[in-house]
């Protein structure tokens, strides 16, 4: 499980392919390793995958390589990484630890499309395109995660849906490089499609 509140970027340095897979190989800072074992969780994007190597580069940066299959790459933005590509990276959460922003399983439900940016000295909105069969699972000041990211939906829901930004939360994520026909990863609250559907099944029955 994870909260939504990316912990560092890291940069892709390394991408293998092999059949239907990847071996992702990112870089970020050693603290970031600290107690980390093979067979771990960590979100990368939003994503979660599975540590199978991790080791030192330097005095103060570490790698942490992970495998990423096909269906994997067929729902997330992971499919079209590059090298250099800039990644959000959360470690799974741990008893006691604080739960900042919302409950995320790490399982990316689809992809969205940004179609609007505007910057200004205190906050940036970012506006995307979602495919029809998941609007109905998007509300009004409700939960989405967007890379990885735990945001709160924006008034205008539907088609375009809207996210405000504050600049620490630019500093610490990659939506800070986002472009318009950038796609992200979504990851819908999991609560709020349990209520959609059950709603639905008692409406047939």
Known sequence: MFTGIVQSQADVIAIMRKNNAIRLKIS??????????????????????????FGHLSDHSSFISFDV????????????????????????????DEIGGHMLSGHVHTQAVLANRIDSQDNCTLSF????????????????????ISLTLGAEVGELFSVYLIPETLARTNLQNAVIGDKVNIELDQQTMTIVETIERMKLS
């Open 129 to 148: 395109i979602l495919a029809p069969e998941y609007q109905k699972y998007v509300f009004s000041k409700g939960f989405i995660s967007i890379n990885g």
């Open 28 to 53: 970020l800072d050693s603290r970031l390793i600290a107690n980390l074992e093979i067979g771990a969780s960590v979100a990368i994007n939003g994503v979660c995958l599975t540590a199978v190597e």
């Open 69 to 96: 299959i096909d269906e994997t790459l067929r729902v997330s933005n992971l499919a079209d990484i590059k090298l250099g590509t800039q990644v959000n990276v959360e470690r799974s959460l741990k008893i006691g």
